[in-house]
């Protein structure tokens, strides 16, 4: 076997004996524009196009058997596809042609429509000549109907969402719109106004006919699937202190459904107290805290401050009725928010004992803090109290009670997020004193109809019977408004395909339990945002790889699966500028295969009406973010074709909906997930993982911990799929399967068998790199037949404003410019095969082949791959 070297930027066959050894010394090679143009549809090894069946929908509809997606005829379907948002969601005729027959070429089988309902045309489906979000823009739907058409002649589904950004007002009916949460989050599930408008838009959308087909949505067999309401739950806006700020007219409607739950639940109020006196604690007069009251200064208490936020402390009698409060006084904000915190240390907890903190406070500006106990020692972390507070210009009391997660004489009470925002902040009057858990309060009852609902956070104040009650009223109201929609969607409306209501981290499944299938969203190192959401001045992510974590967002997907019925993701990204991030598709469908998935939706592939852009644009879209456009054939192969098995172990939760309510009481879709359940959750990583919801026993059949090889190696139970890490930047994960293959990460030096092939990387820029091997055509690498071979890393747009802390970056609003430049990645590829037998081929941007790639060897062929090619992709044939 001849041996490999690196010399410069070439990698050239030294043309002696020995193993594929490229030097890891080599100086880190230029960077070179690579684009992917956004009409090409031409034919090449990366256009697998004819894996869609054309047209979609061309056997019938999809539907449900066995637990997962089947087409008309009875078949297995998965999906693999992308996003529309916005103005996307309605091209011109000639752009919807040319961007269904590129995204054909990907491989991609559906397209989710999103964010249609947010706007006026052109931006949104709305007839901007009215002032109400009520009547339908005829160009907007003939430019949709149009698009779904051109999809469905090039195999692809449509995924319609019924709600996802509709932000109703005064026009539409809806009194103090402007005090409502954004797009009518959580509240939607509630206003009998806002349902009755959803309703009426499922009717006039899904029972539109589409000219260029000639069906209703309803009755449109190219229409897989149909979504209620996108990220949207009332137990989710309940969890995030939402709720709790709706007008008074709307806390009126759930006092009055309170109540009414409460009285078909109990006989009397008599039997409303036996059940929620079990575990009160009565208040105690001792008090626990220490110069509570700031008598003696600031003795006792620490204002502890990060650079680079600044503030100070003074104690003055400016407190209720002239009592003495702590002023502190932030004159430099910083981010994260806990740069500034206050707190006393030196306190005691005993796990389940009930304690009652009670302080008043001010702001100047008016800011949300954190209040907690916490560890006063690492791991620090919460003892099971910790929750957001709007403190405004004028002082009020606050009053929380809670019950220790844990024993803990090392403890404290803190105020935190402190250096969010600048000004000032008092406090005044702090206690705590044991006990202060109650179930009914003096006075209340069921006859008087004066049962108070518990604001977020404060439910511990009462009895677990209380809180379990009150969660179970919201899933019940949840459930009702659930029920209701899909009711319309699928008796009066007659829609025929499968149906979900919302995604899993923002309700538990047992509100889905009438659902056809079940979803969840998940991202990689998500952008947030420090000052106002989506201000595109002021946002970081951290830029780091997935692959350097234990399975990273994908364990989080596999514990909120649920047993029996399709399980789809249907928003999934690593948001750029993570300069890591062609990792993302790879791995989401190596693991999805694995965990035998239904659907993989990337988002999203466009946010606007420009096509023509050869840079990345934004956080997401994926038109021209050419590193993941490159590995999407080898992801669909991988997920869709089925190339990476099925894990032949199940882990499976059984639970029941008492258990989901009483373990995720503060948000109870964290009761329906294999983690809390004592699942280990690396266990995705070895074997399907999935919840079912019944009566009875609550149990774990099955493996409730991964397959490990050695500390932090974690196999799938295929032996298909590897994934590795111990410690920052070491991690990495192999696909080696019979006609995929796959390394992506820090990979270790030298050479890695992968079942005949073998993959050495040389230097990189990050010291990483993904790579992947597809037998596009043919049995495997050892047969005849085309493979595409990619290889990415490091990227950029000329220009980009980098700033960076740590592992922290942004470009603020400065994207840079056109082209995209992107690193070479150098390499030698060992295939079980005759040189003789082997040509290869550097790509140009549309697959085509643009110079050929050196081979060598004898009875193995060796294909050297580099900087030099100024390419991303490669084609291999085998003759």
Not at 152 to 180: C, F, M, P
Not at 480 to 487: Q, R
Not at 535 to 541: A, R
Not at 642 to 663: F, K, M, N
Request: hydrophobic share 40%; with cysteine; proline share 5%.
């Amino acid at each position: 076997m001849e041996r490999l070297a690196l010399v410069g930027s070439a990698l050239v066959v030294l043309g002696v004996l020995g193993a594929c050894t490229p030097s890891r010394s080599q100086e880190k090679a230029e960077l070179f524009p690579f684009t992917i143009p956004w009409d090409d549809a031409a034919p090449s090894v990366a256009n697998v196009s004819d894996w869609n069946e054309k047209p979609a929908g061309k056997s019938g509809f999809i539907s449900v058997r066995d637990g997962h997606f089947v087409d008309g005829s009875g078949k297995r379907i998965r999906f693999f596809g992308t996003n529309l948002c916005f103005a996307a969601d309605f091209p011109p005729h000639e752009v919807a042609e040319k961007v269904a027959r590129r995204m054909a070429k990907f491989g991609l089988n559906i397209v989710r429509f999103h964010h249609m309902d947010s706007q006026p045309f052109p931006s949104g489906i709305w007839d901007g000549t009215y002032q109400d979000r009520q009547h339908l823009s005829a160009e907007a739907l003939d430019r949709l109907d149009y698009l779904i058409y051109q999809l469905k002649l090039n195999g692809i589904y449509a995924d319609l969402n019924l709600h996802v950004s509709r932000t109703l007002g005064e026009a539409d009916g809806i009194q103090e719109a402007g005090a409502l949460p954004s797009m009518g989050k959580g509240v939607d599930n509630l206003h009998p106004r806002m349902i009755e408008l959803q309703q009426q838009y499922a009717r006039d959308l899904l029972g539109h006919v589409n000219p260029y087909t000639d069906n209703r949505y309803a009755d449109e067999p190219a229409v897989a699937m149909i979504e209620i309401n996108n990220e949207n739950s009332l137990v989710s806006s309940w969890a995030n202190g939402e709720i709790d700020r709706l007008p008074g007219y709307l806390q009126k409607l759930l006092d009055e459904r309170w109540i009414e739950w409460l009285k078909r639940k109990y006989a009397d109020t008599e039997a409303l107290r036996k059940a929620w006196s079990e575990g009160a604690q009565p208040l105690s007069g001792k008090e626990l805290l220490r110069n509570g009251d700031f008598s003696q200064g600031t003795g006792e208490w620490t204002l502890e401050v990060h650079d680079p936020a600044q503030a100070q402390i003074q104690i003055a009698n400016e407190g209720p009725g002239g009592a003495p409060a702590a002023r502190i006084d932030v004159t430099q904000k910083a981010d994260p928010g806990w740069y500034v915190q206050f707190h006393q240390m030196g306190l005691g907890f005993k796990q389940g004992e009930a304690s009652t903190l009670s302080f008043w406070a001010k702001a100047d500006p008016p800011r949300t803090i954190n209040v907690n106990n916490f560890r006063a020692h690492e791991p620090w972390g919460t003892l099971g109290f910790s929750t957001s507070v709007d403190v405004g210009n004028e002082w009020k009391q606050y009053t929380f009670s809670f019950a220790a997660s844990e024993t803990e004489d090392r403890a404290r009470i803190g105020f935190s997020d402190l250096a969010a925002r600048a000004g000032a902040i008092w406090l005044a009057k702090l206690s705590l004193k044991p006990g202060g858990v109650e179930g009914l309060h003096e006075g209340e009852s069921l006859e008087a109809g004066n049962i108070s609902r518990p604001r977020h956070g404060e439910a511990s104040g009462r009895t677990d019977a209380y809180a379990r009650d009150y969660v179970a009223f919201l899933l019940d109201l949840e459930i009702e408004y659930w029920n209701g929609m899909l009711k319309v969607v699928k008796e009066e409306v007659g829609a025929k395909q499968p149906v979900t209501g919302t995604q899993m981290g923002y309700t538990p499944p047992t509100t889905h339990a009438a659902m056809d299938y079940y979803d969840s969203h998940a991202y990689w190192h998500h952008p947030w945002f420090p000052g106002q959401p989506w201000d595109g001045n002021n946002w970081w992510v951290t830029n780091r790889p997935m692959t350097d974590s234990a399975g990273g967002t994908l364990v989080g997907l596999a514990c909120t699966r649920v047993a029996g019925k399709p399980y789809t993701v249907s928003e999934y990204n690593h948001p750029s500028p993570i300069t890591y991030n062609s990792e993302a598709f790879i791995l989401l469908a190596a693991y999805g295969a694995l965990q035998d998935w239904d659907g993989l939706f990337q988002f999203a592939y466009n946010h606007g009406d420009q096509w023509d852009v050869n840079r990345i644009p934004n956080f997401f879209d994926l038109k021209s973010q050419v590193v993941q456009l490159v590995t999407l054939p080898a992801a669909v192969a991988l997920f869709r074709r089925g190339d990476v098995s099925p894990a032949r172990e199940q882990t499976l939760v059984h639970t029941t909906a008492e258990a989901i309510v009483e373990r995720g009481t503060g948000h109870p879709a964290v009761g329906g997930r294999t983690t809390n359940y004592g699942v280990d959750g690396a266990t995705a990583l070895s074997h399907r993982t999935a919840i079912t919801v019944g009566t009875g026993e609550v149990r774990v059949d099955g493996p409730a911990q991964p397959l490990s090889t050695g500390e932090g190696v974690y196999t799938s139970d295929t032996g298909e799929l590897l994934w590795s890490y111990t410690k920052r930047d070491t991690g990495w994960v192999r696909v080696n399967t019979a006609r995929s293959k796959a390394l992506i990460g820090f990979l270790p030096a030298g050479r890695h068998g992968l079942g005949g092939v073998s993959v050495e990387v040389g230097p990189t820029r990050q010291n990483w790199a993904a790579v992947t091997m597809t037998a596009i055509e043919g049995a495997g690498f050892g047969a005849p037949g085309r493979i595409l071979v990619t290889a990415t890393g490091y990227y950029e747009n000329p220009g980009w404003a980098w700033e960076t802390e740590g592992d922290r970056a942004t470009v603020r609003n400065n994207w840079g410019k056109d082209p995209s430049m992107a690193e070479g990645i150098s390499g030698a590829i060992e295939l079980p095969i005759a040189a003789s037998r082997v040509k290869a081929y550097a790509l140009d941007g549309i697959g085509a082949r643009r110079e050929p790639v050196g081979v060598r060897g004898t009875d193995r062929a060796i294909i050297a791959i580099g900087p030099q090619y100024k390419t991303l992709w490669y084609e291999v044939v085998v003759e």
